[in-house]
């Protein structure tokens, strides 16, 4: 088991790569093409037209930023949030849990992006580089374990 511990960083960057690919891919029509259709088929769903932009610029500017491995957390609760919202309004997964091929993919996608706001980036990220051991170091000290 400790070898597998030892993929743990690469792990990360590979969900949060795929993740932030899937994200752009999605986002960027939202926002730069066909955003006229797109605001229809939102209000078709129960929504304000205007929310196409909300979701372009959380799919979009999250995605990007999950790749990168920059403030991996907020743009992964973002991500998860908007997901629990189209799978509860959207997708019926309450009002109709045994039809998963309805809820598959904003299921996968809310829990990738759970996992990486519970988890943070990894080793191999921006977050890293810059915060380092720095978000460590506290929950060390209010354990007792870094005492000077």
């Known amino acids: ?3 597998l511990e030892k993929l743990k960083p690469l792990a990360l960057l590979l969900l949060r790569v795929a993740l932030g690919v899937i ?3 999605h986002g960027y029509p939202k926002l730069f093409t066909h955003t ?3 605001m229809q088929g939102f209000e078709h769903m129960g929504f304000p037209g205007y929310f196409v932009y909300i979701a372009g610029v959380i799919e979009f500017f999250g995605g990007s930023l999950l790749i990168l491995g920059l403030f991996t957390r907020i743009a992964g609760l973002l991500v998860a949030g908007e997901m629990a919202v189209a799978l509860v309004k959207v997708h019926g997964v309450l009002s109709n849990p045994a039809k998963v091929d309805n809820y598959q993919f904003p299921l996968a996608v809310f829990v990738g992006a759970f996992t990486l706001a519970a988890l943070g ?3 191999i990220s921006i ?3 810059i915060y380092g051991d720095r978000r460590g170091s506290f929950s060390r000290r209010a ?3 870094d005492r000077d």
């Open 1 to 3: 088991m400790q070898g």
């Open 143 to 145: 354990k007792g374990k």
């Open 36 to 38: 006229h259709e797109a």
């Open 127 to 129: 977050d890293q580089a």
């Open 23 to 25: 994200l752009v891919f």
């Open 121 to 123: 980036a990894g080793l």
